[in-house]
């Protein structure tokens, strides 16, 4: 059962427009949301994060948006760059629970020149 | 460099041999996570750990797995007999204890290549 859901694989973008990267959650208890970008061969980083009782968290070029009724976040990169083409991922939990993070399966983001 | 450090970065075992990885968190860090990415596939939960304490184990395989963060030392993932189908990204996470104000977020090491021939 993926309760993290990122249902677009794969994300063409020219550069210096907007990149919207798309993630669904089915379980209702998760209350706190990261998103996080991979390079090939890399760890991932911690790009930015959201709890429930907002709907909007921005930090730099980066915004992301919770929409807790539809169970749908985004995170949303102005202006694209072409050094942010990697891997995003979204992840839930349960903030007062044991922190365990669900991740989804991943975007992968090119941005052109 | 205050990040968290795993290692080995790529190891390479023969099937039935075992496999080590080690973590060690961020400084200040007292929770440990270890994921694993499978090829062309997402991050998937295998154990979260406190000091001398398995909080949550539930993406565990039932057998041939094993995870220890013991009060001296880094956090030890072990892999007995390993086989083809575990040869992937291991990767160690680590955040502040739980009930801290300054966000929930893990941090995670840049992985752990497993290769098993």
């Known amino acids: 059962d993926q309760q993290v859901k990122q249902n677009s694989p794969s994300l063409s973008v020219q550069e210096g427009r907007i990149s919207i990267l798309n993630c669904d959650y089915t379980n209702s208890m998760f209350d706190y949301f990261l998103w996080y970008k991979k390079y090939p061969a890399e760890g991932p980083t911690f790009l930015i994060s959201?709890?429930?009782?907002?709907d909007k968290n921005e930090d730099g070029r980066f915004t992301v948006f919770l929409n807790k009724s539809a169970k749908h976040l985004s995170l949303h990169i102005v202006p694209s760059q072409p050094g942010d083409s990697a891997v995003y991922f979204c992840a839930a939990s349960v903030a007062s629970g044991t922190y365990k993070y669900i991740f989804g399966t991943g975007t992968r983001l090119k941005v052109l020149a | 460099n205050a990040g968290v450090m795993q290692n080995p970065r790529h190891l390479v075992r023969r099937r039935g041999q075992e496999a080590r990885l080690r973590c060690s968190p961020m400084k200040g860090h007292s929770h440990v996570y270890w994921y694993r990415q499978l090829p062309e596939e997402g991050l998937k939960f295998m154990v979260y750990?406190?000091?001398?304490?398995?909080?949550?184990e539930s993406g565990m395989p039932k057998e041939r797995f094993s995870a220890e963060f013991p009060k001296e030392g880094p956090s030890i993932l072990r892999i007995q007999q390993v086989v083809r189908g575990d040869s992937a990204a291991y990767f160690c996470a680590s955040s502040l204890p739980s009930g801290r104000q300054t966000g929930n977020t893990i941090y995670f090491g840049e992985g752990s290549w497993l290769t098993v021939v």
């Open positions: 959201i709890s429930s009782i907002k």
């Open positions: 750990l406190q000091k001398e304490n398995i909080i949550d």
